[in-house]
């Protein structure tokens, strides 16, 4: 049981260019979630999904956009990368239910030069 | 709207010394309330939390935390810390569990320095 993994650990890529996270969990889980983390910021919400096939906007959508083709993967793409997208991803599943907690992947490192 | 402040970006404290981090929230709902902590270039993991019934929680490792409903607050501590708690804690809300509602909140964290 692999719980939620992250695909690349780490990524540099130039302004302009596109790319895609992966998230995978083995867990069955419904609800996945996208967020970023900035130094002070903590860690904010850019998309969710509920189920397959199903995607919402977080705090932060603008820049990205998600899929969630199967139940156990949750895409975050950017089209066109910026600086202001250098930050840590991760990516987070949950059961549904009152007492099920959220998950977290071990994290992605992206910097935009 | 929701929001969570944690008062302390930092806290450095001595090895065995009592540790308070504090986490206010504002809401004006019922609200689930998690603490999570992040060691050094790992993820997040769940800590601790409150969804209802007793207003103290307590985890495996000695933290615990308390909901205060009238102060907003739900503040973490340890009686005795060591080295091993060096990390960034972060004080995370949610609505519900159910669609939207469980998502979480998160304050901006705050970062135990233990120093023997």
């Known amino acids: 049981n692999a719980g939620v993994t992250q695909t690349p650990k780490f990524r540099v890529l130039k302004t302009g260019q596109s790319m895609t996270l992966l998230c995978a969990q083995d867990?069955?889980?419904?609800?996945m979630y996208w967020y970023r983390q900035d130094p002070g910021m903590g860690l904010r919400l850019i998309h969710y999904?509920?189920?397959?096939?199903?995607?919402a906007k977080g705090e932060v959508p603008d820049g990205y956009n998600v899929s969630r083709l199967k139940k156990q993967n949750f895409l975050l793409g950017l089209e066109s990368a910026a600086p202001s997208q250098t930050s840590v991803y991760f990516c987070?599943?949950?059961?549904?239910?009152?007492?099920?907690?959220?998950?977290f992947g071990p994290g992605t490192r992206l910097t935009v030069l | 709207a929701q929001s969570v402040t944690q008062l302390d970006s930092q806290v450095p404290v001595f090895e065995e010394a009592p540790v308070e981090l504090r986490c206010n929230y504002s809401?004006?709902?019922?609200?689930?309330l998690f603490w999570y902590v992040q060691y050094p270039n790992q993820g997040l993991q769940l800590l601790l939390k409150?969804?209802?019934?007793?207003?103290l929680v307590e985890s495996i490792n000695g933290f615990e935390a308390e909901f205060n409903k009238s102060q907003t607050s739900f503040h973490l501590r340890k009686p005795s810390v060591h080295i091993s708690d060096t990390a960034e804690y972060f004080c995370?809300?949610?609505?519900?569990?159910?669609?939207?509602?469980?998502?979480?909140?998160f304050g901006k964290g705050t970062k135990l320095s233990v120093k023997p």
């Open positions: 995370a809300v949610s609505r519900g569990y159910g669609g939207s509602q469980g998502n979480l909140i």
């Open positions: 409150y969804l209802s019934g007793s207003t």
């Open positions: 999904s509920v189920g397959e096939g199903t995607t």
């Open positions: 987070a599943s949950r059961a549904p239910g009152q007492f099920n907690e959220q998950f």
């Open positions: 809401s004006s709902v019922s609200v689930y």
């Open positions: 867990m069955n889980h419904e609800y």
